[in-house]
């Protein structure tokens, strides 16, 4: 007579373990190479990796600009510029106040030197390679000056000019990130893949969504803070406005990854106060990517004045564009920060993959 029960196999418990084991391995693995959004950075500021090498060579990170004429690149670091100008300006160092002495002598000019005249006077300019919104090419620096501010070491700035070497390259106007290295070598020039605007609609959404995080992050900050709707519904996109203003703008996260930046500036009404807040973040087009780049903060209106609010930090950024890497394959945000405290602007590169300030320059300010 047939048996009405069936035997069904099963797995040893060495097997069963091995399977939990590889499914946990999977999931470790997953979580541990999964893309995380870097920490919110407060401000740009402008020490830098901007030095003199033991070679006598200039080095680091500058932030710029391109022209017609030639790419100009600063540098505000006043150890890089001290440490520049007692090398090779003869005479200054010897004066009683440093800073007095460069401004005494007004627009200083910095020897340069080929490697070949290593026993004259001079910077010897190392390799240089300059990333713009068109793309990225290697250069040469034909001047470098100095001048100082009217605040000690503050307000100081040296300036590379740089040309490119090859008459074909990608035109360097606009906003400009350079790199002084002599490990870059010559590189082959890069054109920038350039990236559509945001539709409409895309702007919209990512502007809202913008919106969602800094009121999440404003309340967290200042629970006593309530304020009221937008003042205005629809900001300005990519306009020269300062207030009721975002710029939003598309840029290359990797070599296949694009995602968008926004900075907001929005009025709002909370009691008796006209605040604005202020913060930059980047997303993917679908939202599932979202990362704070600089911290929101509030301000207050006066008018049409703009000052500190209640321990918030005195700023807000504008003017963001996308400027190719001198080296990766991705983009860095080029942009300004405004101190509403002093008026000074300041010229940044940020590199967003992992929060980053590459370069700074006080380019306005009380001790301009």
Do not use: K
């Given at each position: 007579?047939?048996?009405?029960?069936?035997?069904?196999?099963?797995?040893p418990?060495?097997?069963?373990?091995?399977?939990?084991?590889?499914?946990?391995?999977?999931?470790?693995?997953?979580?541990?190479?999964?893309?995380?959004?870097?920490?919110?950075?407060?401000?740009?500021?402008?020490?830098?990796?901007?030095?003199?090498?033991?070679?006598?060579?200039?080095?680091?990170?500058?932030?710029?600009?391109?022209?017609?004429?030639?790419?100009?690149?600063?540098?505000?670091?006043?150890?890089?510029?001290?440490?520049?100008?007692?090398?090779?300006?003869?005479?200054?160092?010897?004066?009683?106040?440093?800073?007095?002495?460069?401004?005494?002598?007004?627009?200083?000019?910095?020897?340069?030197?080929?490697?070949?005249?290593?026993?004259?006077?001079?910077?010897?300019?190392?390799?240089?390679?300059?990333?713009?919104?068109?793309?990225?090419?290697?250069?040469?620096?034909?001047?470098?000056?100095?001048?100082?501010?009217r605040?000690?070491?503050?307000?100081?700035?040296?300036?590379?000019?740089?040309?490119?070497?090859?008459?074909?390259?990608?035109?360097l106007?606009?906003?400009?990130?350079?790199?002084?290295?002599?490990?870059?070598?010559?590189?082959?020039p890069?054109w920038?893949?350039?990236?559509?605007?945001?539709?409409r609609?895309?702007?919209?959404?990512?502007?809202?969504?913008?919106?969602?995080?800094?009121?999440?992050?404003?309340?967290?900050?200042?629970?006593?803070?309530?304020?009221?709707?937008?003042?205005?519904?629809?900001?300005?996109?990519?306009?020269?406005?300062?207030v009721?203003?975002?710029?939003?703008?598309?840029?290359?996260?990797?070599?296949?990854?694009?995602?968008?930046?926004?900075?907001?500036?929005?009025?709002?009404?909370?009691?008796?106060?006209?605040?604005?807040?202020?913060?930059?973040?980047?997303?993917?087009?679908?939202?599932?990517?979202?990362?704070?780049?600089?911290?929101?903060?509030?301000?207050?209106?006066?008018?049409?004045?703009?000052?500190p609010?209640?321990?918030?930090?005195?700023?807000?950024?504008?003017?963001?564009?996308?400027?190719?890497?001198?080296?990766?394959?991705?983009?860095?945000?080029w942009?300004e920060?405004?101190?509403v405290?002093?008026?000074?602007?300041?010229?940044?590169?940020?590199?967003?993959?992992?929060?980053?300030?590459?370069?700074?320059?006080?380019m306005?300010?009380?001790?301009?």
């Open positions: 007579m047939p048996s009405r029960f069936r035997m069904t196999p099963v797995l418990l060495s097997a069963l373990a091995l399977l939990g084991a590889c499914a946990a391995t999977q999931r470790f693995l997953t979580e541990v190479f999964r893309e995380r959004a870097p920490a919110p950075i407060d401000r740009m500021v402008t020490a830098s990796d901007a030095r003199i090498d033991s070679l006598g060579r200039v080095a680091g990170s500058f932030v710029g600009e391109g022209t017609e004429r030639a790419v100009h690149l600063v540098s505000s670091d006043s150890i890089f510029i001290r440490s520049l100008v007692e090398a090779y300006v003869p005479n200054i160092r010897r004066t009683a106040d440093f800073w007095s002495g460069v401004r005494a002598r007004g627009v200083v000019r910095v020897p340069l030197r080929e490697a070949e005249d290593a026993a004259d006077a001079g910077v010897l300019a190392a390799p240089a390679r300059v990333g713009s919104p068109t793309g990225r090419s290697d250069v040469l620096v034909t001047a470098i000056t100095v001048r100082a501010g605040c000690g070491g503050r307000g100081a700035r040296a300036e590379l000019i740089v040309e490119p070497l090859d008459r074909d390259a990608p035109v106007t606009g906003p400009v990130v350079g790199s002084v290295d002599e490990t870059l070598g010559r590189g082959i890069l920038r893949t350039p990236l559509p605007a945001p539709s609609a895309l702007t919209q959404e990512l502007i809202s969504r913008t919106r969602r995080v800094m009121d999440s992050v404003l309340a967290d900050a200042w629970p006593a803070v309530h304020p009221g709707a937008p003042i205005v519904a629809d900001p300005e996109v990519n306009t020269l406005a300062d009721d203003a975002a710029d939003v703008i598309a840029y290359h996260a990797a070599d296949t990854t694009a995602r968008y930046a926004v900075s907001l500036r929005e009025r709002r009404v909370a009691g008796t106060d006209t605040l604005l807040s202020a913060g930059v973040l980047s997303w993917s087009e679908d939202g599932s990517w979202q990362q704070v780049i600089f911290q929101p903060t509030w301000l207050r209106m006066r008018g049409s004045s703009i000052r609010f209640a321990g918030g930090r005195p700023l807000f950024w504008r003017r963001l564009s996308a400027v190719t890497d001198f080296s990766f394959e991705r983009d860095n945000l942009m920060q405004v101190n405290s002093d008026g000074s602007v300041i010229w940044g590169i940020v590199q967003p993959a992992d929060n980053v300030v590459v370069a700074a320059a006080e306005d300010g009380p001790c301009q």
